[in-house]
């Protein structure tokens, strides 16, 4: 296997819009339901039924097109100012975790993602741009045959780089930075 020459340093980089949709207004959001919902809704039954399918609607607009399902809320989470909570589901059939916070006693309430949803597409289009730049030279990323990626903030996973005019190749490392899907990446070995 022929090596790809290592650039200068490694490079951060947020994906730019279309790489994947996110909630309107951005990584977080607060909503706001109705208080006696809210009081009562990880008691079990129809209220926290009503509770998670908000949760899986607001989430669904943050992973689309991916499709999201099967969210699960603890019955018995604390609902009061300042209390946290973890729902979890699937996209695509991976798991998929998003951190619940209580902000107030109207029931207002953050979520945030603990995951990147990933379209391994726009991934590999973008970050072969990325590298070409990067590296001087028009390369392909290939990051397998799924549709998408579900990375925990944090973690990484690896493509692989192939040149153009050699069909060299290299594995890169790319770590995902938020649940936006921002990333860093760096030639392995």
């Not at 090596?3 to 909630?23: D, F, N």
Request: hydrophobic share 40%; charged share 25%; with cysteine.
């Amino acid at each position: 296997m022929t090596r790809l020459p290592a650039p200068e340093s490694s490079r951060a980089w947020a994906w730019s819009a279309g790489l994947r949709r996110i909630g309107r207004s951005g990584r977080v959001v607060s909503l706001t339901l109705l208080a006696a919902g809210v009081l009562a809704a990880c008691g079990g039954g129809t209220e926290q039924t009503q509770v998670e399918r908000e949760v899986q609607d607001y989430l669904q607009g943050v992973v689309a097109p991916a499709e999201i399902a099967d969210i699960d809320c603890p019955e018995d989470a604390p609902i009061r100012p300042g209390s946290t909570f973890l729902c979890d589901g699937l996209v695509e059939g991976a798991f998929y975790e998003a951190q619940v916070t209580i902000i107030d006693e109207q029931g207002r309430r953050e979520i945030r993602p603990r995951q990147a949803v990933m379209q391994v597409n726009a991934t590999e289009t973008a970050l072969g741009a990325e590298a070409a730049t990067a590296l001087g030279f028009n390369v392909q990323a290939d990051c397998g045959d799924d549709q998408y990626l579900v990375v925990s903030v944090g973690h990484t996973f690896l493509c692989t780089l192939e040149r153009s005019d050699t069909a060299a190749t290299q594995d890169i490392e790319v770590k995902v930075q938020n649940e936006i899907g921002a990333i860093e990446w760096k030639l392995k070995g």
